[in-house]
């Protein structure tokens, strides 16, 4: 999955937002029952790791994180150590433009279970990513509107 989003923010402001983990509840939807289990009061860092727990479709899962590829303010990644995905790869990338940021997000992800994996991810996995994502752009948007500035 590959998503562009401007922010009409200067990139150390994005990114400063994007490596503050309780951000993160903050832009994820209610419906998830997302919630940050790991308690830290400072950005995250090449080595942190974060612990989450949220509801997917009446199931509960736990989630855990580690934060790589750290390049401030351009950026960082996280993969997933324990959770739903045989693998994930989630790589948040910000360039800065004319009148903001761009930032980028790639998330490279498997699921376990082979074929039926794969069905899953055609039949509800993948549009519940695509949800996810676009709430979290409008989200965005209201927290930092393009004319706010």
């Known amino acids: 999955m590959h998503r562009e989003l401007f922010?009409?923010?200067?990139?150390?402001?994005?990114?400063a937002f994007f490596s503050d983990a309780a951000n993160l509840e903050r832009i994820t939807p209610p419906w998830l029952n997302f919630r940050i289990l790991t308690t830290?009061?400072?950005?995250?860092?090449?080595?942190?790791?974060?612990?989450?727990e949220l509801r997917w479709h009446g199931i509960a899962i736990r989630w855990r994180t580690g934060i790589v590829g750290w390049n401030p303010p351009h950026e960082f990644a996280d993969v997933q150590l324990r959770g739903p995905y045989r693998s994930w790869r989630h790589?948040?990338?910000?360039?800065?433009?004319s009148?903001?940021?761009?930032?980028?997000?790639?998330v490279r992800y498997e699921l376990p279970l082979g074929i039926l994996g794969r069905l899953a991810?055609?039949?509800?996995?993948?549009?519940?990513?695509?949800?996810?994502?676009?709430?979290?752009?409008?989200t965005i948007f209201g927290l930092f509107p393009p004319?706010?500035?």
Do not use: K, W
């Open 121 to 138: 991810h055609v039949v509800r996995v993948r549009r519940d990513l695509e949800r996810v994502f676009d709430y979290r752009s409008s």
């Open 7 to 15: 922010i009409a923010r200067p990139i150390e402001e994005v990114f």
């Open 91 to 97: 790589t948040h990338s910000f360039l800065s433009e």
């Open 40 to 52: 830290q009061s400072t950005p995250i860092h090449a080595g942190t790791l974060l612990d989450y």
């Open 147 to 149: 004319n706010s500035r």
């Open 99 to 106: 009148g903001g940021t761009l930032m980028t997000d790639v």
